[in-house]
């Protein structure tokens, strides 16, 4: 398996599940982790995977790209083994390894549309797509992806176990105040995450609730712009940035509200956070229409107008009942519609095709 440094929250937890998986089937199991951070490398190297770390930079260059071909190549990879690339940046790393190792499988996990001629001769490498939507099957197929190549596997709602902290401990750790109401974001630093959004969203929930504590966990190019938006816009003491998190798990326990304001893989932490009653809202985008049932697992809003995300998340923040009502549908939603062993038992058909 090819993969970023992630956290296990969004993709990191459906790479720690479908791992898990194989190793269950029998299969031996590589991860070849081509960026810096994230903890889901570290976790997964403890329950036996063998974790190949290939770069300690924050993007995937073409170092990483030969490292990727000569790690394939030393493996000695072949006819019986798979090379799964999860998301768009890496689906280039497996066709390359395609390309110098023409008899493995190569096998593409997407949860965004892919776009651009990069994405379609990568793709065009693949034996097999696995897409997390009817959206994203979609989108593969106007690049020129075969239909009878797709496979269409949602994913899994299964929060990864928390290691037990407190809430008082976590805010210790994060410089939380343990007596605020917290909210969660996962999203990378990128310009599809929309995250002038959510800055002005959390600049408006100011001025009616001063209670507020926002947590937002995400790397990329749009750091420093972040930063400076926050302090222009007087937001840095109620706004947490995090570049990774290793207790994630537990600060998801503890929040209100996930929100997401753009297109992010499985919405951030919204799939983690409905397993565990959390309500969700999201300016809408392929991944909040697949997971969020509006009004009544919590609010898809549209982009305009811009005072909608606020409004609906106040809305969620100040009225227990309602979301205590959204979180034990979100949780029945989760249970009914994304269940982990129903993913895996399609991820292991997909590549053992």
């Not at 969004?10 to 599940?17: D, F």
């Amino acid at each position: 398996m090819i993969a970023r440094g992630l956290d296990p929250i969004g993709t990191g937890r459906q790479i720690e599940l479908v791992a898990e998986g194989f190793q269950a089937a029998g299969w031996h199991v590589h991860l070849a982790v081509t960026t810096a951070g994230g903890t889901v490398a570290q976790r997964l190297a403890h329950t036996g995977v063998t974790v190949h770390r290939l770069s300690s930079r924050p993007n995937v260059d073409a170092a990483t790209v030969v490292k990727v071909v000569q790690r394939a190549r030393r493996l000695g990879l072949g006819r019986s083994d798979v090379v799964l690339a999860w998301g768009r940046s890496q689906a280039p790393l497996a066709a390359a390894v395609k390309v110098f190792v023409p008899t493995v499988r190569f096998i593409s996990h997407l949860v965004v549309r892919p776009r651009g001629t990069i994405a379609g001769l990568a793709l065009g490498k693949a034996d097999r797509v696995i897409a997390a939507s009817q959206a994203v099957a979609a989108a593969c197929e106007r690049l020129g992806v075969a239909n009878g190549k797709i496979d269409m596997i949602p994913p899994a709602a299964a929060p990864a176990a928390a290691a037990g902290l407190s809430r008082a401990e976590i805010a210790t750790r994060l410089g939380l105040d343990p007596g605020t109401i917290w909210t969660l974001c996962v999203a990378p630093l990128v310009p599809e995450a929309r995250l002038e959004r959510l800055l002005w969203a959390i600049d408006q929930l100011g001025v009616v609730q001063r209670r507020l504590e926002h947590v937002l966990v995400g790397a990329g190019p749009l750091r420093a712009r972040t930063l400076r938006r926050a302090r222009v816009q007087h937001l840095a003491e109620r706004l947490h940035l995090f570049p990774h998190l290793d207790c994630l798990p537990d600060l998801l326990r503890e929040v209100r509200l996930v929100w997401q304001s753009g297109e992010v893989a499985c919405g951030g932490a919204i799939l983690d956070g409905m397993a565990l009653g959390i309500p969700a809202v999201a300016v809408t985008s392929d991944a909040a229409l697949q997971l969020i049932v509006d009004g009544e697992t919590g609010r898809i809003v549209t982009a305009e107008p811009e005072s909608d995300f606020p409004r609906r998340s106040l809305g969620i923040i100040e009225d227990d009942d309602l979301a205590a009502r959204y979180g034990n549908a979100a949780r029945a939603r989760a249970v009914a519609e994304f269940p982990a062993d129903r993913m895996v038992a399609a991820f292991i058909a997909a590549c053992d095709g």
